[in-house]
């Protein structure tokens, strides 16, 4: 049986820095939940269908079950840990708690993270498969922020508080121009 190869890499996780000797068939999320400890990111398929693994990565989501942490080397990545600053939930989070948007809560910190990334998407202007006029302004209205969260599902069907606090965190977002 051939040996596992192992790299050396450095990821900022969360603003932390680390320099990881790590088995090059490993993923992003397989670093980050076994080396890291940071548990928050789930597992629900390791196959990029459910979602529950999406973290941001370099600015962007993406799904870390499918990420090879190797192929990173130098990335900024922000888990759902690192979502809240100075003790504080983001406005996206709080929207979560108010619109009661999870029963068991394991797809949550991917639909937390995937929402974070595409709400800069919307507002950086860049369209769905459903926007119609690619030359207006993104609205977020709910059929955008159902194809736009669609590769994030949840099992116990909590979608629709999920679309309303990502409604809200975009209505909030917009309001204080942020
Ligand atoms: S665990 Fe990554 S998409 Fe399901
Ligand atoms: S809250 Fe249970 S899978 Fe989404």
Redesign the pocket.
Known sequence: MDMPIYAEITLVVNGTGHRLSVDTRASL?DVLREDLGLTGSK???????????TVLLDGRRA????ALAVAHDGAEVVTVEGLAKDGRLSPLQEAFIEHDAFQCGYCTPGQLCSATGMLDEAEQGWPSAVTGDLGADTVLDDEEIRERMSGNLCRCGAYAGIVAAVRQAAQRREAAGT
């Open positions: 999320l597992k629900g398929c390791d196959h990029g269908q459910c979602g529950a693994c799904n870390g079950c499918l």
